[in-house]
Structure formats: C-alpha cells, structure tokens
C-alpha cells in the first residue's frame, strides 16, 4: 500500500464548479499535512496546511480526519486559473524528521 | 527576496557521462532536500541534509547517485555514469528547520540522458 494515495484523475469540471480531492495515508503517528499545487512544468508549491480543525482560505477548503486517515480539499467556484495538479502531502512520521510523502497527484483541468 | 536557485535548468547528455546537479537554498533554511519526480513514480526523495549533514539517503536509487552539501548554501546532486532511465526532473527543496515544516521547491533541472 502507498503510503499517500490520491485519485490521479483527471478532473474536468467546468468554471464556478465546486470540486472535492480526497486523499488517504497509512502512517497513523504523521502529524503534519499539506496540500501543494504544481502547474504544469513547474515545481510544487505550497497551497495550504491542514489543520485538525479544519481550514479555509478563500475558495478553498481543507479538512483532516486523523480517526480514518483521510485528508480533503474542496475548491469552490472553481476558475481556469485553478488547472493544476494538486498534490496531498504528509509528514513520514512525528517528531524532529522533516521528511514529506507526496502523493502523485491529482490533476484538475476547469474548462471554460 | 531569492527562493530555491538550481543549475542548470536542462540538461541533455549521453549515457555514461557524469552530470552534477547544483542547488542553493534559502538563506537561513537549514534543511535541503533531493526529489526525482517522473510520470510514472511522481516525486521520490532521494536525500536530505539538515545543517549541512545528510540525514536520510535511502531513496538514493544506487551507488550512481550521490550528494554533498559542503556548506549552508550550496549542494550538488551527481550522477556518474548517467543511465537513460535516469531521465527526470531533479528538484532542490529547502525548509526551515525540522520537524514537517513546509518545504519551498526550486524550479528544477529537466535532465534527459540520451
């Protein structure tokens, strides 16, 4: 089993669409969580983090849910500009390592 | 204010010729981080430092690759002798400190190994 799984995809969704990502990881004891975007032929970039609690930050939504390993994001109103892949990342384990698992991505493509 | 720099950005070459990959992060990050990124695995990470100290390399693919990080700003990523299959984009990435902070990518080295 991958250690981040995500859907590849791709999701075409037309603008003003709402469009969910969902995302699963295996190592229960992971404490930090990140969506990243990367546009094609660019480097990955930080989107936003993911909170227990969950969080929003404009038109996008994060949610966490440590009980069943499970991590979301939720784009509303969705714009062109918003065509990327969007990657689920996940801490290897708590504590002082800073490695990041990556999941490969899921590729989103709004149409006009 | 400079993010993540790489050299070079592409890099086409022959099988068996050695290439040397070459990142600067940011200043005052003091973790730095390999990735190999291709369409059928994604992005793997094959090393990182933190204070100049290589602390993880077992995604190192295999004696063909290795990395050095001689000070805070500057490591370089080699490939002696270069395979086909090594055929990738190469990212730099760097964190602030330990612990699952957020990592900032360079733009990358496309490498084609011919």
């Known amino acids: 089993r991958k250690e981040v799984e995500q859907d590849p995809g791709p999701f075409n969704v037309p603008e003003g669409a709402t469009v969910a990502f969902n995302c699963t990881y295996s190592?229960?004891?992971?404490?930090?969580f990140f969506w990243y975007r990367q546009d094609c032929r660019k480097e990955p970039k930080l989107l936003m983090s993911?909170?227990?609690s969950g969080n929003e930050d404009g038109r996008f939504t994060a949610q966490l849910n440590r009980a069943s390993q499970y991590i979301s994001l939720l784009i509303r109103d969705s714009k062109l500009s918003d065509s990327a892949t969007y990657l689920c990342?996940?801490?290897?384990?708590?504590?002082?390592?800073?490695?990041?698992?990556f999941g490969t991505g899921t590729l989103l493509a709004v149409q006009p | 204010d400079a993010g993540v720099i790489q050299s070079p950005r592409h890099e086409v070459t022959e099988m068996g010729q050695e290439v040397t990959l070459r990142c600067k992060p940011i200043?005052?990050?003091?973790?730095l981080f390999w990735y190999r990124q291709t369409m059928m695995r994604g992005l793997e990470l094959l090393i990182y430092f933190n204070n100049n100290v290589p602390i993880d390399d077992s995604g190192m693919p295999e004696d063909r690759f290795s990395a050095k990080m001689p000070n805070a700003s500057f490591s370089t990523l080699k490939i002696q002798p270069s395979e086909p299959r090594d055929s990738a984009v190469y990212f730099c990435a760097s964190s602030l400190r330990a612990g699952g902070e957020t990592q900032y990518f360079g733009p990358g080295t496309r490498l084609l190994v011919l």
């Open positions: 993911v909170y227990s």
């Open positions: 990342v996940v801490s290897a384990y708590g504590g002082a390592t800073n490695k990041l698992i």
């Open positions: 190592n229960s004891a992971s404490q930090s």
């Open positions: 200043s005052g990050h003091n973790s």
